[in-house]
């Protein structure tokens, strides 16, 4: 059973946070967290988004495999993370948050975190 917090649902999909994550989720302001809630019930009701909201960043090769980081994105706040098959549904699990991005290109350390801190999952 996976311990992350859920922080949005659907039928198919859902999403989890890291707790550090979810700690530093909800210290951006409230319009911050409404847009970005927004997105991630969009990518759970499987709905079509512009890159502008959830966007693949990268693939990042690990112990002989890779893991594809995506990011939800609303103004400048981040969530960085990846999905996987888990407990019958596809799961997003946020796994670094930029609370403010001050660059147009991804951190490249931030991707690379983000996957690392998701390793556990590339056996299931």
């Not at 989720?25 to 409230?30: A, M």
């Amino acid at each position: 059973m996976i311990e992350h917090p859920i922080v949005c649902s659907g039928s198919k999909r859902c999403v989890r946070m890291l707790e550090r994550v979810k700690k530093e989720y909800e210290k951006l302001e409230l319009v911050t967290r409404a847009g970005l809630k927004s997105k991630m019930k969009s990518w759970v009701d499987e709905r079509q988004q512009p890159e502008t909201h959830f966007k693949w960043e990268c693939r990042v090769p690990m112990d002989g495999k890779s893991i594809a980081v995506c990011v939800f994105k609303d103004g400048q706040a981040r969530l960085y993370g990846a999905s996987f098959m888990l407990d019958g549904k596809e799961t997003f699990i946020c796994s670094e948050i930029d609370p403010a991005k001050k660059r147009n290109k991804a951190d490249q350390e931030k991707l690379k975190r983000a996957a690392q801190k998701l390793r556990e999952y590339l056996s299931e």
